[in-house]
Structure formats: structure tokens, C-alpha cells
């Protein structure tokens, strides 16, 4: 059974850091690409980064660029955020599709979520 874990969320302070992982089991992390995506209250599901665990390129969404690590170690995927900002809070979660950033399948296996809360 293919199943995507995350971990990592909580409550910060501006300015401050989190590091969100996503577990993966049930398939060959190396065929798909993994993305976070973010639901804050009230607003659209948001791609955040992704990347294409065949070659390892990355992508960001411009609000994140610069503060934002996107990186595999084995089947765990981490989203390293610093500097993180108030706009930044919601549910963060993982998802996987089969293929790479330049050429892939819709998304279609997803984590429960982690929230990550970012407020003085």
C-alpha cells in the first residue's frame, strides 16, 4: 500500500524554523515526484515546492523562494522552512506523482496533513 507520512509541524514564532518530513512507503520513491502543498483556513490548496526524486530537480513557489529547502535522504522527503512568516500558516501535505517536474502523472496518493502555525 502506498503511503505518504508527514511530520514535523507546530507552532513558531516569526522569524523562526520548522522542518517537515514526509515518510514514504509502498513504492519506489526514485519513478515520482514529491510536492508540498499548503491549505491555509479559508483559502485554495497551494502547490509550495517539489521535487523529481529520479534527477533531484526542485521547484518553489516565488512567495517561498530563498526560505524554503525542499530535499531527499532515502524515502523521506523534507521541507526545511526558515524565516517563516505569519502567511505561512496552514496544513502542509505531501503527495506524490508518477514521473518528473517536466513530464508527470496527476497527484494522487496524499499525507493526512501537519499544521504548522506561525504567530507571535
Known amino acids: 500500500q502506498e503511503q505518504l507520512v508527514e511530520s514535523g509541524g507546530g507552532l513558531v514564532q516569526p522569524g523562526g524554523s520548522l522542518r517537515l518530513s514526509c515518510a514514504t512507503s509502498?513504492?519506489?520513491?526514485?519513478?515520482?515526484?514529491i510536492a508540498w502543498f499548503r491549505q491555509a483556513p479559508g483559502k485554495e490548496r497551494e502547490g509550495v515546492s517539489d521535487?523529481?526524486?529520479?534527477?533531484?530537480d526542485t521547484h518553489y513557489q516565488d512567495s517561498v523562494k530563498g526560505r524554503f529547502t525542499i530535499s531527499r535522504d532515502r524515502n523521506t522527503v523534507y521541507l526545511q522552512m526558515n524565516n517563516l512568516k505569519p502567511e505561512d500558516t496552514g496544513v502542509y501535505y505531501c503527495a506524490h506523482a508518477w514521473g518528473t517536474l517536466d513530464s508527470r502523472h496527476e497527484y494522487d496518493v496524499w499525507g493526512q496533513g501537519t499544521q504548522v502555525t506561525v504567530s507571535s
Open positions: 521535487i523529481s526524486c529520479s534527477d533531484g
Open positions: 509502498g513504492f519506489v520513491l526514485d519513478y515520482y515526484v
